[in-house]
């Protein structure tokens, strides 16, 4: 049999010739996230439906089938079902990300917990390719801190962080990296690529783990999380907060994405420390 033509991977919705747009019916949407759950214990529930519902009708138009059809796909050949998850959720990252916060860590919050802890535990939580952990990893052996330091760095897709090990980077991930650490961390391997020193890595462990299922490690010292929550409904995310500040050692820093604010921090048990790094009180 003749291997089936797979589309590349990349951000591309080539439309093929016989595309026409078409409207797909809510029903037929609840249907297949049952499907979902059933056939491949996915659970999208938790995550914001038109959000889930628009990047699914994509490949939908895509591949020029309904719901039904897609789902035979993804039954019939594992890329497509790679493809899917790929798409549910976006992995856009680079290291030093704001990276005024980074300089807030690196000069007062870790620093701080140093003061205080022995051994340094770091959660990264929806690190996409690892450009966030390893910027981790690159401040605590800027401070001397590496050989009592682990991060852990972990997220749903397996794609991202098979890359993440990897450690590759476009030139356009160190955009907000000063050229310093670039010179220090970093090899160029092509023109526009480049490769982390593999001194920086050990210190980073990476896991698949699904914030919303699976259990949380405790006594973190630090847990980044950063531009994940946002495809998240409400109630999720309270009881991901919720969940991270049990993980979170008394002192503990909790470090969200620059639109994340959290409004309800006093009843979880936070103070602001700085403006998107907040501290578990009790
Ligand atoms: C936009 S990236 C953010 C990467 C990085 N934290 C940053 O701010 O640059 C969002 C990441 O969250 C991950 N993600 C989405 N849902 C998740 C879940 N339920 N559990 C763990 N990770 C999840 C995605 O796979 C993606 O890599």
């Known amino acids: 049999m003749q291997e089936e033509k797979f589309p590349k991977r990349e951000w591309q919705f080539s439309l093929p010739s016989s595309f026409e747009w078409k409207e797909y019916p809510q029903e037929e949407f609840e249907w297949f996230v049952r499907e979902l759950a059933k056939r491949f214990d996915i659970d999208l529930s938790s995550y914001k439906p038109h959000r889930v519902k628009r990047r699914t009708e994509l490949l939908l138009r895509k591949y020029n089938v309904d719901y039904k059809g897609y789902l035979e796909l993804l039954l019939r050949d594992k890329r497509y079902l790679d493809e899917f998850l790929d798409k549910m959720t976006i992995n856009v990252t680079e290291f030093f990300r704001n990276p005024e916060k980074w300089w807030e860590l690196r000069d007062e919050v870790i620093p701080l917990i140093a003061k205080n802890s022995t051994k340094l535990k770091f959660w990264s939580a929806g690190c996409s390719s690892g450009e966030e952990p390893y910027s981790l990893a690159i401040l605590v052996h800027e401070l001397g801190l590496s050989h009592r330091t682990k991060i852990l760095a972990t997220d749903i897709d397996v794609t991202v962080l098979n890359r993440a090990k990897e ?42 783990h699904d914030l919303l299922r699976d259990p949380f490690e405790r006594d973190f010292d630090l847990i980044v999380c950063r531009n994940v929550v946002i495809y998240f409904e409400m109630e999720a995310k309270n009881k991901l907060y919720e969940r991270f500040v049990k993980s979170l050692k008394i002192g503990g820093f909790l470090f969200v994405g620059s639109t994340e604010r959290i409004f309800n921090y006093k009843e979880l048990g936070l103070e602001v420390y700085k403006p998107f790094i907040y501290r578990r009180e009790k």
Do not use: W
């Open 167 to 208: 450690g590759v980077y476009e030139e356009k991930s160190l955009v907000s990296t000063p050229k310093e650490y670039v010179e220090k961390y970093f090899e160029r391997v092509t023109s526009s690529r480049y490769k982390l020193k593999d001194f920086v890595k050990p210190v980073v462990e990476f896991k698949r």
